[in-house]
């Protein structure tokens, strides 16, 4: 990876491992699908506002309509609505952990639909992945005992499934795609629909949206956390391996654990430390082993020329 890659997932892993704790911060104050509908759609004029800005091409042509709305609805549907109900009920750093699964699912995906070779350190990657969701559900699944908690965990974990899903088809249509488009228009059209189920079922308070803190917070989710980090991860993904791509922002999880437990007093018990040791330590070692072998092939490609 070269250093605009490198630097890119840097900044990523910064502004997302800081977004957990505002973002159920967030779900205190404004209901939770009217949240991430305004969520959405802001991060979307945000992004329109600056592609404009950037003389660039903001419509889509008329034959990239039904592959943009699939992939909008997987992922605002999917993964965002998805995520912002089961945090009602599960900690922020717990719920980073849990949706930053993404990497064993892709891992398989990828290698079905994209023919990027499932290698050993992969699965044992994967393996170790699934050892610390394990070991995280173990409590509540060791007493068998149905609540909201296990229920949310039980939806970050198909929240992850489908940022995955909508990971690997980002990379198999939309490769040479304008990224910050791709990005509009997966908001725009996902955050609408979202709009207009939560206005059917949700109340407006306006003084809650009308108040300036509030604001604010809503603007860095939206705008930074939301729209700028999405086109930039939509650009990694472009520039590397799938797989590659989503285990390099695996210190994602720990630094919300950190900010989740610093910020904002959420307990870290030992089964959760196990189980995240475990999922990023099994990728991490997927990475180093899969790097390595990268650097090994360009060595030999530069020593023949």
């Not at 004029?45 to 008329?62: C, D, F, H, R």
């Not at 909508?166 to 990379?171: C, D, G, I, L």
């Not at 809503?218 to 939509?234: E, M």
């Not at 695996?250 to 475990?278: Q, R, Y």
Request: proline share 3%; aromatic share 12%.
């Amino acid at each position: 990876m070269n250093i605009k890659v490198v630097s890119a997932i840097a900044l990523l892993c910064l502004v997302w491992g800081s977004l957990w704790g505002l973002v159920k911060h967030s779900l205190q104050i404004f209901p939770p699908f009217l949240f991430i509908s305004m969520r959405l759609i802001l991060a979307a004029l945000t992004l329109i506002a600056v592609q404009l800005l950037l003389k660039k091409s903001v419509l889509p042509a008329q034959g990239e309509w039904k592959q943009l709305i699939v992939s909008s609805l997987m992922i605002c549907i999917g993964f965002y609505a998805t995520q912002i109900f089961a945090m009602q009920f599960v900690d922020s750093g717990l719920s980073a952990v849990l949706v930053f699964t993404m990497p064993i699912f892709i891992g398989v995906l990828a290698h079905y639909i994209l023919k990027e070779r499932l290698n050993t350190q992969k699965i044992i990657g994967l393996l170790c992945g699934t050892l610390g969701l394990a070991a995280i559900l173990w409590p509540q699944l060791h007493h068998m005992h149905l609540n909201l908690a296990l229920i949310g965990q039980g939806f970050l974990i198909l929240s992850g499934f489908f940022w995955a899903m909508t990971t690997v088809y980002v990379k198999k249509n939309f490769a040479a795609y304008d990224k910050m488009k791709l990005t509009i228009w997966q908001m725009l059209i996902g955050g609408f629909i979202i709009l207009m189920g939560a206005l059917a079922f949700e109340p407006v308070d306006f003084k809650v949206w009308l108040n300036p803190l509030n604001d604010s917070i809503l603007f860095y989710i939206a705008v930074i956390g939301t729209g700028f980090a999405f086109a930039l991860w939509n650009w990694i993904v472009s520039q590397v391996d799938t797989f590659v791509a989503s285990i390099s922002v695996m210190c994602i999880p720990i630094l919300s654990l950190f900010f989740g437990h610093v910020l904002w007093h959420e307990p870290i018990t030992i089964n959760i430390l196990i189980g995240a040791a475990f999922i990023c330590s099994g990728i991490i070692f997927s990475s180093l082993n899969f790097a390595s072998k990268q650097n090994i092939r360009h060595a030999v490609m530069e020593n023949r020329h």
